[in-house]
């Protein structure tokens, strides 16, 4: 009897299927619920039956948030009308990170996005089990844990049986102490960390989704990833790509990229926007991927927006820098030789995406730190009648020339930074404005201090001056200006081999694990536990100890005389056979 796990020895009642399509095309089924992914291998679902996917069959996923906030008709849009075998949710930006931290500074079990788990999943579970749509978001937030049990109340309360899983270890907080000085993302060299560092959240990639979605989960939820893994993962799942397949990483990242923004690729702020019809109900996209990374992207049939090449091309280079060097957590994508192609007669419009290239990935981490900076307040106040906008900018140079009068017969200092604009001025145009004058405009003020108590007085002399200065002040927008504490981004680098990625399905065991190919050189510590699966036995006179690597499907046993209670000597062999199969899979590639 072979040494290796049942579920890694091959059968006849399992083997390999291979069928032809066309006269020369070959393509190979496996299971989406595999533990580790085997061609012609049938797993269990947390529905009783099995689920194939075919390296053949192209993949359907579709985008329904391009970030918190984005409208609620998006996801049954896509539920009803979109044919997917996956729905992702995209929430995360650097705001809104520092938005969610603060939520969770006063609220601990907040922190995550939660129009995702009461708007866009509370009304749509059932349907959404029904079709066998799994889902993907990193609505998480600065608290997935928490948004996953939010969902975990949903599905009880609807009488499912969904696996819920959460992607955790994006957030460093914990490791404060161990950083003095980290190495800057914009190359500026190494600087110590913010004394009033927040948050700190690493961008994740596509490979714990993957491994969520390869052990059976219905509903992944995540923390801080970057956005496009968020599609990435299904297709690294569905087609089994390996880690070192760049150009298919690159573009399946590139499908992701694409979607990541919701409507921004069906026709959203389109520099033609007057060519983009019924922005009512705006289409969001969909992403048909194949197993040699091409995809059509479109959209949902008699919905609004438009799919063409414009509104394709603007989103392919919207955030990514260099198209050359697109750096994501799993791959370094060049989108520089891309093709788009316009499919005719496509409802609402489609094209065929080809062209992305893949080179080796970082071995860092990108970093997203926020830190208390101060407060700020602003005010916004209608102003209206004759010459309004000469009255609106002498009223705020008045608040501010008022204010700090004040703040030196208090003893404090002054403003860190004021920005006063007078809207219906042309102000945004600078000195390309055209008209200087209105019968109409808005004054807005913002300011930034050092400290609350000096903000309190800036936010009490606004409403004075709707009796004591010019005429036509018709209120304060929101009343009184509220002081906010200012959270500012810091970014940098951090080595993947020192961040423990966690998954977790609720209710069962979370496991730990980093990626081989990240570990690190030189003298390093770890746990056996956090490299890899161990299992020890003994039959008669002699033990048998198994490591399994995690995420790698590499089994080595070992079988040993018997050493009574000698655990130190089964532990030194352990790590000898654990030192062994590291140099294996170096060699390999695994």
């Not at 269990?44 to 390296?55: A, C, F």
């Not at 499912?160 to 914009?186: F, I, Q, W, Y």
């Not at 008045?398 to 007078?422: A, E, H, P, W």
């Amino acid at each position: 009897m072979s040494g290796l796990p049942r579920f890694l020895r091959f059968s006849p009642s399992n083997s390999e299927r291979i069928w032809r399509r066309g006269s020369a095309e070959k393509c190979v089924s496996f299971s989406s619920r595999a533990n580790f992914l085997r061609p012609g291998v049938a797993h269990p679902d947390s529905r009783g039956g099995s689920r194939w996917y075919s390296s053949c069959k192209p993949v359907r996923i579709g985008c329904a948030s391009g970030f918190w906030g984005d409208t609620a008709t998006s996801a049954p849009q896509l539920i009803y009308g979109g044919q997917l075998d996956f729905l992702v949710f995209d929430y995360l930006s650097e705001i809104t990170m520092s938005l969610l931290t603060a939520a969770r500074t006063k609220t601990p079990n907040l922190g995550y996005a939660p129009d995702f788990v009461q708007v866009a999943l509370a009304p749509f579970i059932n349907d959404i089990h029904r079709k066998g749509i799994r889902v993907v978001s990193n609505a998480g937030g600065v608290n997935p844990l928490a948004c996953a049990e939010a969902i975990q109340e949903v599905v009880k309360k609807a009488g499912l049986d969904l696996k819920v899983a959460v992607v955790t270890g994006d957030d460093l907080m914990p490791s404060r102490s161990l950083l003095s000085e980290v190495k800057m993302a914009d190359g500026g060299g190494r600087r110590p960390l913010p004394k009033t560092l927040h948050s700190m959240n690493a961008y994740l990639g596509a490979e714990p989704i993957r491994r969520c979605l390869d052990l059976g989960a219905d509903v992944v939820v995540t923390g801080r990833c970057v956005d496009s893994a968020v599609a990435l993962g299904p297709l690294l799942h569905t087609f089994g790509w390996k880690r070192d397949d760049y150009d298919l990483l690159a573009a399946g990242s590139l499908a992701g990229h694409l979607i990541e923004c919701g409507a921004q690729s069906t026709g959203g702020i389109f520099t033609d926007w007057h060519q983009v019809p019924d922005w009512d109900n705006m289409g969001f996209p969909v992403v048909e991927c194949s197993s040699d990374g091409s995809f059509v992207l479109s959209k949902p049939p008699k919905t609004g927006g438009l799919v063409s090449f414009g509104t394709v091309a603007e989103q392919l280079v919207y955030e990514i820098g260099d198209p050359r060097r697109y750096l994501l957590p799993d791959v370094i994508c060049d989108f520089s030789q891309v093709a788009i192609q316009e499919l005719p007669d496509a409802d609402g419009g489609a094209v065929r995406v080809t062209g992305a290239r893949g080179l080796a990935p970082s071995p860092d981490y990108k970093v997203c730190a926020t830190y208390m900076d101060g407060f700020r307040a602003t005010a916004v106040c209608p102003v209206g009648g004759p010459r309004a906008a000469e009255k609106a900018r002498r009223t705020a140079d008045s608040i501010i020339k008022r204010t700090r009068r004040m703040f030196q017969q208090m003893g404090l200092q002054d403003f860190n930074s004021v920005n006063v604009q007078v809207l219906g001025a042309e102000d945004t145009y600078g000195p390309n404005a055209r008209r200087k004058d209105s019968r109409e405009a808005v004054v807005w003020m913002a300011v930034h201090h050092k400290q609350k108590k000096a903000l309190e007085v800036f936010s009490r002399e606004v409403a004075p001056a709707g009796t004591g200065m010019a005429p036509g002040l018709t209120g304060i927008v929101g009343g009184r200006p509220r002081v906010s504490p200012v959270l500012k981004p810091f970014f940098f680098l951090h080595p993947k081999s020192q961040i423990k990625v966690q998954d977790e399905f609720l209710g069962q065991t979370r496991r730990s694990f980093w990626f081989l190919s990240d570990l690190p050189s030189g003298p390093h510590t770890y746990r056996l536990e956090d490299l890899a699966f161990t299992r020890s036995g003994d039959k008669g006179d002699s033990a048998n100890i198994e490591v399994g690597l995690h995420n790698v499907t590499l089994w080595r046993s070992l079988t040993v005389g018997n050493h009574g209670d000698d655990a130190a000597q089964s532990r030194s062999l352990a790590s000898r056979l654990l030192f062994l199969m590291l140099l294996h899979c170096k060699k390999k590639r695994c």
